[in-house]
C-alpha cells in the first residue's frame, strides 16, 4: 500500500473522529460560554472544575484506549470473533474506573484547598464537580464501547455520539444553568447536571446501537457475559495501565497549570479557561489523527507489513503538521474574536489575548507529541513512552512553569512557558524512541508488548 493510499485511508479514518472529539469537547465549550455570562467567578469555578474532571478522566480515557491497538491488531490478523471476549474483561475494569472516578470527583476539596485555590471559588468548584460525578460510571462504559468502534476502523461511532451528547447538552445547560421550565438557576452547578445526564444518555444509546448495527456483526461483543479471565485482565492492565498514566500525565499538566494559576485571582483563572478551552477545541483535530494513527499501524503490524507501519506513519506525519499549522495560524488571525465569544469583561479579553499567543506556540510541539504517542501504542510500545512524558511534563514542563509563573512572578504567561517546553520536550522524546522502533522486525511488535 503507497503513501497516497495511506494518507487518504488516515484521513477517511480520522474526519468522524475529530467530528466526534470536536462535538464532545465543544459541551466543555457551551458549558464555559453560557456560565460565562453569568461573571468571572463561575467561569473560573466551571474553569477549575472542568479541570479537575478532565484531568482524572484521562486516567480512564488512557486506560480504556488500549482496546483500539489490540481490536485493530485481531482484525489484521483475521480474528474479528475474539473481540468479545477482549470488551468482556475489559467491562469489569471500565465499572472499577467509573466508581474510583465518582469518589476522586467527590473528595476534590482538599486538592483545591491544598494547591491555594481562593476560598470563594472552591464552593462552587465542588458544586460544580459532585454534580457531574453522578455521570462517571456511564462515562467509563461508553469509553468501552467508542473504543471497540474505534478498533474496527468505525470511527462514525465516535462522532454520532459525539453529536447526540451536544446536541443534549446545550438546552439541558440552559434549563439548568440559567433555570427554566420550572428548574431553579443553578449556574455551575447545573453545568455539571447537564453533563451528567448527557453522559448516562450517550452510554444506553451507543449500547443499543452497537447491539443493533450490523457493522459489529461477528464480535460476540452481546453474547453471554464471560466471566473475569484474570490472565486476560492482567495483559489489559499491562499494555494498558501505561497508557492510562501516561494520558493522565499529559492531562495533569493541564490541570496543574490551572490549580498553579488558582492562586493568582479569578480574572488570570477565567482567562487562563477561555485560552485553554479553545486550544482543547483545536487539539481534538491531532488528537483524532493519533488515534486513526494507531488503528493504522495497529492493522499493519497485524498483518506483518513493516512498510505499512512506515506508510502509516509517514502519513500522520505529514497530516499533523498540516492541522497545527493552520490551527496556530487560525489562533494568530482572530485572537481577539475568540476572547470575545466567551466573555464581556475587558480585562479577562486582554489576557485571553495575549496566552492566545503563547497557545499558538504550542499548537507545533502539542500535535507531534499526540500523534507520535499514538503511532506508539499502534505497536503496543507503552512503558517506556509513560516514562518519557514522565519526565517531560513532571520533571520538566511543571516546575518550569511554577519556575516562570510563581518564583520570577511572570504569572500566567510564565506558567503557559512551562507548558510549552513540556510538550517540547516530550514531542522529540517520544520522536526518538518511535524512530528507534522502525528500526526492528514487525515480528517484534505482534507479541504483548514492545520493549
Known amino acids: 500500500m503507497n503513501l497516497p493510499t495511506h494518507l487518504k485511508q488516515t484521513i477517511v479514518l480520522t474526519l468522524p473522529l475529530v467530528a466526534g472529539n470536536v462535538a464532545t469537547l465543544s459541551m466543555s465549550f457551551v458549558d464555559t460560554v453560557?456560565?460565562?455570562?453569568?461573571?468571572?467567578?463561575?467561569?473560573?469555578?466551571?474553569?477549575?472544575?472542568?479541570?479537575?474532571?478532565?484531568?482524572?478522566?484521562?486516567?480512564?480515557?488512557?486506560?480504556?484506549?488500549?482496546?483500539?491497538?489490540?481490536?485493530?491488531?485481531?482484525?489484521?490478523?483475521?480474528?474479528?470473533?475474539?473481540?468479545?471476549?477482549?470488551?468482556?474483561?475489559?467491562?469489569?475494569?471500565?465499572?472499577?474506573?467509573?466508581?474510583?472516578?465518582?469518589?476522586?470527583?467527590?473528595?476534590?476539596?482538599?486538592?483545591?484547598?491544598?494547591?491555594?485555590?481562593?476560598?470563594?471559588?472552591?464552593?462552587?468548584?465542588?458544586?460544580?464537580?459532585?454534580?457531574?460525578?453522578?455521570?462517571?460510571?456511564?462515562?467509563?462504559?461508553?469509553?468501552?464501547?467508542?473504543?471497540?468502534?474505534?478498533?474496527?476502523?468505525?470511527?462514525?461511532?465516535?462522532?454520532?455520539?459525539?453529536?447526540?451528547?451536544?446536541?443534549?447538552?446545550?438546552?439541558?445547560?440552559?434549563?439548568?444553568?440559567?433555570?427554566?421550565?420550572?428548574?431553579?438557576?443553578?449556574?455551575?452547578?447545573?453545568?455539571?447536571?447537564?453533563?451528567?445526564?448527557?453522559?448516562?444518555?450517550?452510554?444506553?444509546?451507543?449500547?443499543?446501537?452497537?447491539?443493533?448495527?450490523?457493522?459489529?456483526?461477528?464480535?460476540?461483543?452481546?453474547?453471554?457475559l464471560q466471566p473475569p479471565n484474570w490472565k486476560e485482565i492482567k495483559r489489559l492492565l499491562h499494555l494498558g495501565l501505561p497508557i492510562g498514566i501516561s494520558v493522565f500525565i499529559e492531562g495533569s499538566l493541564f490541570g496543574a497549570v490551572a490549580l498553579l494559576l488558582g492562586a493568582l485571582g479569578t480574572t488570570v483563572v477565567a482567562a487562563h479557561q477561555v485560552a485553554i478551552n479553545f486550544s482543547g477545541l483545536l487539539f481534538m483535530i491531532p488528537l483524532g489523527l493519533s488515534m486513526a494513527i494507531t488503528v493504522r499501524i495497529g492493522n499493519a503490524v497485524g498483518r506483518a507489513d513493516m512498510a505499512g507501519v512506515r506508510n502509516a506513519a509517514k502519513a500522520g506525519a505529514i497530516l499533523v503538521m498540516l492541522t497545527q499549522i493552520s490551527g496556530a495560524s487560525l489562533i494568530l488571525i482572530f485572537a481577539d474574536q475568540i476572547a470575545q465569544l466567551y466573555t464581556n469583561d475587558p480585562a479577562v479579553i486582554l489576557m485571553v489575548a495575549e496566552l492566545l499567543v503563547l497557545a499558538a506556540i504550542f499548537q507545533i510541539p502539542d500535535g507531534i507529541q499526540v500523534a507520535v504517542a499514538g503511532a506508539l501504542r499502534g505497536l503496543k510500545d507503552t512503558r517506556v513512552p509513560m516514562f518519557y512524558i514522565l519526565i517531560a511534563y513532571w520533571g520538566v514542563g511543571i516546575p518550569s512553569g511554577y519556575y516562570l509563573g510563581r518564583h520570577l512572578d511572570h504569572g500566567a504567561a510564565g506558567v503557559w512557558w512551562g507548558l510549552i517546553i513540556g510538550l517540547s520536550v516530550a514531542a522529540l522524546l517520544l520522536s526518538m524512541r518511535f524512530l528507534h522502533l522502525l528500526k526492528r522486525p514487525v515480528t517484534d511488535f505482534r507479541g504483548e508488548t514492545s520493549v
Do not use: C
Open 34 to 224: 453560557m456560565v460565562g455570562h453569568l461573571g468571572a467567578r463561575e467561569l473560573a469555578a466551571v474553569g477549575l472544575g472542568g479541570a479537575i474532571w478532565m484531568t482524572y478522566t484521562l486516567f480512564v480515557i488512557g486506560m480504556t484506549m488500549v482496546l483500539a491497538p489490540l481490536i485493530s491488531h485481531l482484525t489484521g490478523e483475521g480474528k474479528r470473533s475474539e473481540v468479545g471476549v477482549l470488551v468482556h474483561q475489559m467491562f469489569y475494569l471500565s465499572l472499577l474506573m467509573g466508581g474510583v472516578l465518582w469518589l476522586a470527583l467527590n473528595s476534590s476539596q482538599l486538592l483545591l484547598i491544598w494547591v491555594g485555590v481562593e476560598p470563594d471559588i472552591i464552593p462552587l468548584v465542588m458544586d460544580y464537580l459532585e454534580a457531574i460525578a453522578w455521570g462517571a460510571p456511564m462515562f467509563a462504559l461508553f469509553l468501552l464501547l467508542r473504543f471497540t468502534g474505534e478498533g474496527l476502523s468505525l470511527t462514525r461511532t465516535t462522532m454520532y455520539f459525539g453529536f447526540l451528547g451536544l446536541i443534549i447538552n446545550i438546552p439541558a445547560n440552559y434549563i439548568l444553568i440559567f433555570g427554566h421550565l420550572g428548574f431553579p438557576q443553578m449556574g455551575a452547578e447545573g453545568a455539571g447536571y447537564a453533563s451528567s445526564l448527557v453522559q448516562w444518555l450517550q452510554a444506553i444509546s451507543i449500547a443499543i446501537f452497537v447491539w443493533l448495527n450490523p457493522a459489529f456483526a461477528g464480535t460476540r461483543i452481546f453474547e453471554r
